[in-house]
C-alpha cells in the first residue's frame, strides 16, 4: 500500500509567477485536502475535494485552486504569486467519512 | 482566529519520565481531536485521536485526555524516549472534516 506522494519536493518561483503542485492519494482513498505551513505555524486548511468536486474552503483567495482527477490524485494551483505563499504545501487524503488523514512529505516552495 | 492553541512551543524531558503536551481550543463545535507527529523534511504522521463521547484513549506509551468543559486536552507519552523528539500537532475537526491545526509543541527528549 503506498502512501500520500507529492511532487516536486522544492521549488523556487518569482512574484507574479503560477505554480502547480502534485499529489497521488493514498490507495483506497477518495478524499484529498491540501494544507499550507508557514514557517513556525501549524497547518493551515486550503481546500478539500471529494470525487473531482471542492466540498470545502479555508480562508484562502481564489487564485488558490485545486483539481482533483477520477484516479484521485490532485493538482494545486496559485496563480500571481506573492512573497507570503513561501511556505510549505501539504497534502492530505483520507476516505470521505472517516477522520483519519495521511500526509504527504510536502512541497517547499520558495517565491523570491 | 487561531481556533486551536498550543500554548507551549517547546518542551524538554528526560528519557524515561512522562512527557504532557496540551492543547486548548475555542469552537465548541469539535468533535474530533488528533495528535500528529512531525518530523524535519516529513509530513505530519497521525499518533493518537479522541472523539468528544469520550474523555481519554489509550494507545501504548500514549494518552490521550479531553476535557470538553474546559476545552483543553492533553498528550500524555510514558515513558518517553528519545525517539520521540519531534514537534506534536493537537488538530481538531467536526465530522471528521477540515482539520485545524494548533502551532505545534517542540518535544526535545534527552539520554
Known amino acids: 500500500e503506498t502512501g500520500v506522494t507529492q511532487s516536486p519536493t522544492h521549488l523556487i518561483k518569482t512574484r507574479g509567477q503560477q505554480v502547480t503542485l502534485r499529489c497521488s492519494s493514498q490507495?483506497?482513498?477518495?478524499?484529498v485536502s491540501w494544507y499550507q505551513q508557514a514557517l513556525g505555524q501549524g497547518p493551515q486548511f486550503i481546500f478539500q475535494?471529494?470525487?473531482?468536486?471542492?466540498?470545502g474552503r479555508g480562508n484562502f483567495p481564489p487564485r488558490f485552486s485545486g483539481l482533483q482527477f477520477p484516479n484521485y490524485s490532485s493538482e494545486l494551483n496559485v496563480n500571481a504569486l506573492e512573497l507570503d505563499d513561501s511556505a510549505l504545501y501539504l497534502c492530505a487524503s483520507s476516505l470521505q467519512g472517516a477522520s483519519g488523514y495521511t500526509f504527504g512529505s510536502g512541497t517547499r516552495l520558495t517565491v523570491v | 482566529d487561531q481556533q486551536v492553541k498550543q500554548n507551549s512551543p517547546s518542551l524538554s524531558v528526560q528519557e524515561g519520565r512522562i512527557s504532557i503536551l496540551n492543547c486548548d481550543y475555542t469552537?465548541?463545535?469539535?468533535?474530533?481531536f488528533l495528535w500528529y507527529k512531525k518530523y524535519p523534511a516529513e509530513g505530519p504522521t497521525f499518533l493518537i485521536s479522541i472523539s468528544s463521547i469520550k474523555d481519554k484513549n489509550e494507545d501504548g506509551r500514549f494518552t490521550v485526555f479531553l476535557n470538553k468543559s474546559a476545552k483543553h486536552l492533553s498528550l500524555h507519552i510514558v515513558p518517553s524516549q528519545p525517539g520521540d523528539s519531534a514537534v506534536y500537532f493537537c488538530?481538531?475537526?467536526?465530522?471528521?472534516?477540515?482539520?485545524?491545526f494548533g502551532k505545534g509543541t517542540s518535544l526535545l527528549v534527552t539520554p
Open positions: 488538530a481538531a475537526s467536526r465530522s471528521g472534516y477540515a482539520l485545524n
Open positions: 490507495s483506497g482513498h477518495n478524499t
Open positions: 469552537n465548541s463545535m469539535f468533535d474530533y
Open positions: 475535494y471529494y470525487r473531482e468536486e471542492e466540498n
